[in-house]
């Protein structure tokens, strides 16, 4: 029940970050977002008994991918027009 | 305008049917066999179709006498598929090649202006003393938490991929808390080696068992001085000298992908660091 209603929960936080990140025009907003996402992402995966695509999410989604999307941004323009 | 909408919409659909169908075949959490009397026989294969209707049952029931791994994800990843795997380390290194390729040349047309350490305290200049001595201890730990999982991939869920993944994100701390290097050329030159002699290992262990067939395991259940350690069936801690060559691969795939995202996030900082001047501050 408790499991259940978390599981829910975390599916409800994912949705509205991915929404969300397609929404902020301010770019580092979005990554940040983006991020959000893919670390409840990781506790989804762990749920579902799929310790390995968790730590490959949490590693790449979570750290890797922002970093070089803050690179990038940080290389041209912060907000999106 | 308006066809368009409709067609992606109808993909989408369709996609999400397709998931639907593939999701109810699955089996349900936490209940991979039926039976376990499979597990009594060491010998024999479990090639009985009676009660096989899917792939991953004939995994479940064959993994661990087939290919000596605890691990069934890592015993598909890198025994049943590791063809594909190959595959996939050749278009991450392709990829690797590509983006610094095109990197090394915009980084080396412009004069390396890299005098960020503090001469008195030797920290990065424009870092706190907070993160960037946090970062300097973080940093083994992430590559420990990394070589842990590279080297346990057979045992435990992890493997070369995540593993790589996990140290690449330690790297990734270091260089967002201004820890660069000033001999840019230099770690070009260590990281491409590395890079490369990951997937030379992958390459030439292919080869080794080129008598039965590219990629065959021929280190399992052959001595357990040389990875081939005979392990128990059905669930169990497992042994590390297990599993033939998998860990092996593991190893030069973690290698590889370590350096690989590794060089891909060094060039592009250092690229940011210098426009840093040029550019407008946001």
Redo the contacts between chains.
Sequence with gaps: MITSAIFIILSVVVLVTALLSLYFRDLLAAVVSYSVMSLVLTVIFFQ??A??VA??EA??GA??TI??F???I??T??REE | MKVGSIGSFLSLFLIVGFLFVGISRLHP??EPLGNRDVFKDRNSLVTDTSNVDTMDDYFLRNGQRETGSNNI?ASVVFDYRAFDTLGEATVLFLVVSSISMLLYTALKQKKMVLELKDPETGFPKNMTRIVSNGAYLMYPMILAFGVY?VAHGHIS???G??GG??M??GT??L??SSYITNHIKNTYKIFSFYESLGLTIFIGLGFAGIGVSFLFNFLADFSPLFLGRIINLGPNPGFLNSAGILPILSLAIGIEVFFG?SI??VS??H??RK??NT?QK?
Aim: proline content about 4%; overall charge negative; some cysteine.
């Design positions: 579902l008994d310790p390995d730590i490959a590693a790449i750290a890797l970093c070089i803050v690179i990038a940080r290389l323009r912060r | 959490v936490g994800v999982l869920p992890g493997g991929f995540q993944a996990v690449a994100s990734a701390l260089l967002v995202l891909i996030l592009l900082f690229l940011s426009e840093e550019l946001y």
